[in-house]
């Protein structure tokens, strides 16, 4: 497997968790709903949007039948396959959006910390009722039929093969100079620490992902391999742009949109009240904001996103069980917005790559490891990942990146800056 | 023939009810005291019995040196008083190295969550480090479960005394009690509970703070009559076939010790908090730290307490747990974190009395849950706490004893 694979599955991954993490961030970071839970909406985002697009008879699955939502959609008008597999995911997250309904109602109008065990325990309890329940969704043999949007589209070539490793090529080396071109601006503005850090880290990057392949026997062909990354000359005839390439796209373009939309939603005066809430939920109430209401519906936005990344985290897999599911991914993704900055769309990103960066870099550890040791070097990871979140939340709570700035317009009048609870009166929305 | 019914779901309950109340009371007390709703508690469970286990059956964990000369296999007693102790210590060390500092900068409650489930992690991941994740068993001698056979016949209650022995149930004992007997004991024993209750309880004042509390005086004083009528009073047994009513209740010593033991942990610190100076100072500094701190009290020596008396009820609970079920692995406590928050909701977050009785409630529900609801749904032992936990959370959630 070339290295440029690797780099996609990696990539991918972070994609999605990112996504994930930024439902959290959305609870956790600008609302200050302590979520303990967060998995179970993954779970059931994926389960639900796997369910919704999966054909009705499936060998070996004994669940709730597949609706067909693609095939169902399809038939109707060109392109309705896509249209149905979306209908599939805005299922799953409203799915999604309603498990945290329920858990949110009982504890919502409480202390933070009553919301932390109740959606724990329902996270454990969801988790064992998918596992059991064999009618359900099949249970511990889970589901093995997932449906890939456009999957029969790829390998998406364009004719001949110099044609396409020239788009493609050329698309990957575009974005390489892009995301140069980013690094140096970046490394500009920032300070002398910053700019050695990320130039060692460009450095060990070009180390690994172009010298070390070269010098590891693969010659010209690996350097080329990696460069042009988004094209695959081994898929079908005249090589091309393959599913998990494209599944890596499709995923960012899912989490810009959902960037996108977290953004205009912190940016907004209702963004405004959710942090407010986070900071003194006496506040807002006292300025005659229903405090409840935001809370429940920040955290189905949040449940939501969580739904969403459980949907692409099912395509990258393939199929889907319970014990994907454990309440430590929860806490990954916890550690992932507090190592990042929480409250900080670009942390939740950052420190997702950082995450797994560390947690996936430290896997060829397992070469040198003898197999029987397996159970004790995942356990250390996890270990070092307690310590980390301890440590940052000790010496940096604000993460790498810190709070996010705001681009809130507020009156002229109003004294405070962007953000501050002045402009809190100027927000109203009738409640 | 008879068959395991309601009496036999409740004496589990009891034995499930006592490991949850040692563990929400000290959990009720980091949550009141330290402030620290603590998501390693489970953990902290799971670290106690496997600390007996270091010198109970050392074998069992591969990563200790072998080398060490005083290690070896001895007495689960002795190894649980060892464990439950080594278990407080490291339970001051979290205080010590951990939520001292964090208290020191004034760290507000969702911060303590989420360092509590940095630790709950770290906890778990160093027994899976150490341990593995088999399922373990401490060396004892093996306990012989004693059935309870209760008959209602025409002629009254009769009781056997049986034991399964090589596939064969065997009779060890059996006696009787007539229907006027039967009758004459109940009313003594309520007749005891209710005067004990009224001479405590008379010419209470509000400022009157008893040691114990005149309804479980009460309520012990009954059990205790009826338990002595009953052993005093056994007559020779009627005949058993064709009863009007039969039930079996399996337990064994191992069961009594249980909640003999945890019931004994709650009257110390019940003495602890309502009669010492320290107890004093701890129950202040729930009630408001910087008060208590202005008034003299060393909050961060109060703390220390805490987390040792917690860490040291968490171990019992998890050496007790992991005996009586004869399994030990590392999901063990974070299956009771569950259970155990709810009995500290339930009772109310600042009373460790309604705690403790809470967890009793909650493993009695656990049990009786088990037992009425159909097979196919015992899997969901946990999710009886869950739903009992929602449902207060919904009708009163500041608990039903709220107050200390």
Redesign the interface.
């Known amino acids: 497997m070339a290295l440029a694979d690797f780099l996609i599955t990696l990539l991918t991954f972070v994609t999605v968790y990112s996504l994930f993490g930024l439902g959290l961030n959305v609870k956790y970071g600008f609302t200050g709903l302590v979520d303990f839970g967060h998995v179970a909406y993954f779970m059931v985002g994926a389960y639900v949007t796997v369910v919704l697009t999966m054909p009705a008879e499936v060998a070996g699955y004994a669940g709730i039948g597949g609706l067909n939502l693609p095939a169902v959609f399809g038939a109707l008008f060109p392109g309705g396959a896509l249209v149905g597999w979306f209908v599939g995911i805005a299922g799953g997250m409203v799915a999604a959006a309603a498990t945290s309904l329920l858990v949110g109602v009982p504890t919502l109008r409480l202390r933070e910390d009553y919301l932390a065990i109740t959606a724990l325990g329902i996270a454990t309890i969801l988790n064992a009722v998918f596992e059991n329940e064999e009618w359900l969704f099949n249970g511990p043999y889970g589901v093995q039929s997932v449906y890939e949007p456009l999957g029969d589209l790829f390998p998406l070539g364009l004719g001949s093969f110099t044609l396409n490793m020239v788009v493609l090529g050329g698309l990957s080396v575009l974005l390489f100079l892009v995301a140069g071109y980013a690094v140096v601006q970046h490394a500009r503005r920032a300070g002398r620490r910053m700019r050695l850090l990320l130039g060692g880290l460009v450095a060990l990057f070009v180390l690994w992902y172009f010298v070390q392949p070269v010098l590891a026997g693969g010659g010209m062909v690996a350097f080329e391999r990696n460069l042009m990354w988004l094209f695959d000359p081994t898929a079908g005839q005249t090589g091309g742009l393959d599913y998990d390439r494209f599944l890596l796209l499709f995923a960012t373009g899912l989490l810009a949109v959902a960037y996108w939309w977290v953004e205009r939603t912190v940016n907004s005066p209702y963004g405004r009240v959710l942090r407010a809430v986070r900071d003194d939920e006496d506040v807002p109430k006292a300025l005659g904001k229903q405090t409840y209401r935001y809370k429940i519906q920040a955290m189905m936005f949040g449940s939501a996103l969580a739904g969403a990344a459980g949907a692409l985290w099912a395509i990258q897999l393939g199929f889907i069980s319970p014990e994907q599911f454990a309440p430590t991914l929860t806490f990954f993704a916890f550690t992932a917005v507090i190592i990042g900055g929480t409250a900080n769309n670009k942390g939740v990103i950052l420190g997702t790559a950082a995450f797994w960066l560390i947690n996936s870099g430290t896997r060829f550890l397992n070469d040198y490891i003898p197999s029987e040791y397996s159970v004790q070097l995942a356990a250390a990871r996890l270990m070092l990942i307690g310590v980390l979140l301890v440590v940052i939340l000790y010496y940096r709570p604000e993460g790498i990146l810190g709070e996010q700035d705001y681009t809130v317009n507020v009156p002229e009048d109003d004294a405070g800056g962007p953000g501050s609870l002045g402009g809190l009166v100027g927000g109203g929305d009738g409640d | 023939m008879v068959s395991t019914g309601l009496l036999d779901a409740i004496a589990t309950g009891l034995v499930t009810g006592s490991i949850i109340a040692a563990g929400a009371l000290g959990l009720s007390l980091i949550y009141s005291i330290a402030e620290v ?1 603590n ?1 390693a508690h489970g953990d902290m469970i799971t670290i106690g019995a496997y600390l007996a286990l270091v010198l109970n059956k050392p074998g069992a964990i591969p990563f200790l040196p072998d080398a060490v000369p005083f290690v070896g296999s001895v007495s689960l007693w002795l190894a649980g008083i060892v464990g439950v102790g080594l278990a407080a210590a490291l339970a001051a060390s979290y205080e010590l190295s ?1 939520f001292r ?2 208290r020191r ?1 004034d ?1 507000d ?3 303590m ?3 509590s ?6 906890l ?3 027994v ?2 150490l341990a ?2 088999k399922n373990i068993t401490y060396a004892t001698d093996p306990v012989r479960d004693v059935f309870w056979d209760a008959y209602l016949t025409d002629y009254g209650l009769t009781i056997q005394l049986t034991q399964r022995r090589a596939g064969d149930i065997v009779t060890l004992d059996q006696w009787g009690y007539a229907w006027w007997l039967v009758a004459l004991v109940l009313l003594a024993a309520v007749g005891v509970g209710y005067g004990v209750y009224r001479r405590r309880s008379a010419g209470a004042e509000f400022d009157v703070v008893h040691l114990v509390d005149p309804r479980i005086l009460a309520v012990g004083a009954g059990l205790a009559t009826l338990l002595v009528l009953a052993y005093l009073l056994r007559f020779q047994a009627g005949t058993v076939s064709d009863p009007l009513a039969s039930t079996r209740v399996g337990t064994s010593w191992k069961d009594g010790t249980v909640v003999v033991l945890t019931g004994l942990a709650m009257f110390v610190l019940n003495v602890l908090l309502k009669t010492t100076r320290l107890g004093k100072a701890m129950r202040a500094t729930a009630d408001n730290l910087d008060l208590a701190e202005v008034r003299g009290v060393d909050v961060d020596r109060v703390q220390l307490v805490v987390w040792v008396v917690a860490g040291f009820l968490a171990a019992l609970a998890g050496v007790l747990a992991g005996w009586s079920a004869s399994n030990i692995n590392p999901n063990m406590g974070f299956s009771l ?2 259970p155990v ?1 709810a009995a500290v ?1 339930m009772g109310g977050i600042r009373s460790p009395y309604g705690s403790a009785l809470a967890g009793l409630v909650i493993g009695f529900s656990m049990d009786l849950g088990v037992h009425f609801l159909p097979p196919s749904l015992a ?2 032992r ?2 009886i706490a ?1 739903v009992i ?2 449902g207060v ?2 009708v009163k ?1 500041e608990g039903l004893w709220g107050d200390v």
């Not at chain 2, 489930?117 to 770290?122: I, S």
């Open positions: 709703p998501f951990v500092h964090f900068k760290a409650l969702i911060t969550v989420i360092v489930l940095g630790l709950a992690l770290v778990r991941n160093v899976l480090f593995g994740s974190l569950l928050f909701i899997v969901y946990e999710a869950f936990l929602v959370l919904l959630p």
